[in-house]
């Protein structure tokens, strides 16, 4: 059962860990135990939107992670899923339907792709790169393959923001694609074929075209930092207020941030840092790795409602406080921010301390430096919550 309709079970699914809208089954982002991470953008296309309810980009997500055991995979599961249901339904929890078309990053140890779609319509771009690519969407979802001894070149990095991306370099695409386009007359058949140039609205939604000049700073930044791309640097980007990426103002704030670390060498865990808060400029990375018996952490969990608006037919006729328990403290620590400088300060440099600790953690742990018990890192993300909820006391 997804947020709005069921697909055929797999016989097999990964164990996956999520950030996401409480009231959706999807997500916005997330990883699975083979350290496949797919994250996801909202763009609107020529291609009419479906506010029938069908899957979602944000259903698509997981259940690229759930059936994925490599990027590859994933988008398979995801792009044969889409032609057969499609996508529509409001994304939002509100009464007047809000439904946009979706763009994708995925990536795994070795290989990292872009998958954008219009409709049923896909095209999909294989990151290339003679080093592990790291790729970046501004929804708040970063992932840099863990650095190799020689530094990537600056073809291995990709970035997404609420528009198409992919030109002509497609590397996979819907079998009717180009007919599609052709029996529409946005392509005449002939000369290059530019997926974004020909699926690209003429006139983007008002509240979308902030979208090209975020595209361009986090190009513009990442092109910067190529070759010695780190956690902590697409950490910095994420929480870059000047180009738009990280947003917290018009009544909206970036909701959830999320950073992966994929070693290329098999043997090493991948580390993924999740805020589970907004603005990460004002929030905590906290470090999760996938072992067995991982510590349930209910103070990042949404309350669940008998009664929940978004699963009564008609939806979203009333509203809930679906905030978590660090989510709630996190905001009044924020108010305390705003209106103490100087205590918001000390806060803010208390939370930037124990984040470092977890980068320092995690390079250790991946140079073998340190050998953590497996129970330490079950129990890993949960104290690092549990220790940010003592800090908001």
């Known amino acids: 059962q997804c947020t709005y309709l069921e697909v055929e079970q797999a016989e097999h699914t990964h164990a996956v860990v999520l950030s996401r809208p409480a009231w959706l089954w999807g997500a916005e982002m997330g990883a699975n135990e083979h350290g496949v991470c797919v994250g996801n953008e909202g763009v609107w296309t020529r291609e009419p939107l479906g506010e029938d309810e069908a899957l979602l980009g944000m259903d698509l997500v997981r259940l690229g992670l759930e059936r994925g055991s490599s990027a590859r995979e994933a988008l398979e599961v995801m792009t044969a899923l889409l032609e057969r249901y499609g996508q529509g339904g409001s994304c939002k929890e509100e009464p007047v339907p809000f439904v946009y078309h979706n763009t994708f990053l995925l990536a795994d140890r070795t ?93 983007q939604p008002p509240r979308m075209e902030a979208a090209k000049a975020r595209f361009r700073a986090g190009r513009e930044l990442l092109r910067q930092h190529a ?95 679906r905030r978590h328990e660090l989510y709630r403290r996190h905001q009044a620590a924020l108010e305390l921010m705003e209106q103490d400088q100087e205590r918001g300060q000390k806060l803010l440099e208390t939370l930037q301390e124990l984040e470092k600790q977890g980068l320092e953690g995690m390079k250790a742990l991946l140079e073998g430096t340190e050998t953590p018990h497996p129970e330490e890192l079950a129990d890993l993300f949960f104290d690092c919550v549990e220790a940010e909820l003592k800090f908001y006391t």
């Not at 980007?237 to 704030?253: A, Q, T």
């Not at 510590?295 to 006729?317: E, G, L, N, Y």
């Open 227 to 321: 070759g010695h791309i780190t956690a902590e640097t697409l950490m910095s980007i994420l929480r870059d207020k000047g180009s738009g990426i990280c947003v917290d103002s018009e009544g909206f704030r970036t909701a959830g941030s999320m950073v992966s670390v994929l070693p290329r060498d098999p043997a090493l865990p991948c580390v993924h840092f999740f805020t589970a808060t907004p603005d990460p400029s004002r929030s905590v990375f906290k470090p999760f790795v996938f072992v067995a018996g991982i510590k349930p952490v209910p103070q990042v969990r949404s309350p669940t409602f008998p009664q929940d608006p978004a699963k009564q037919i008609p939806r979203f006729q009333s509203s809930v406080d």
């Open 111 to 203: 290989e990292a792709w872009v998958l954008e779609t219009a409709g049923r319509y896909w095209a999909a771009q294989r990151i290339t790169g003679e080093r592990a690519p790291a790729v970046l969407g501004a929804r708040g979802a970063a992932c840099p393959c863990q650095p190799p001894a020689d530094p990537p070149v600056s073809e291995g990095s990709r970035n997404i923001s609420n528009q198409l991306s992919i030109g002509s370099e497609i590397t996979a695409e819907h079998a009717g694609l180009r007919q599609r386009a052709r029996s529409q007359g946005w392509w005449s058949g002939h000369g290059e074929f530019s997926f974004a140039q020909v699926f690209s609205l003429e006139q």
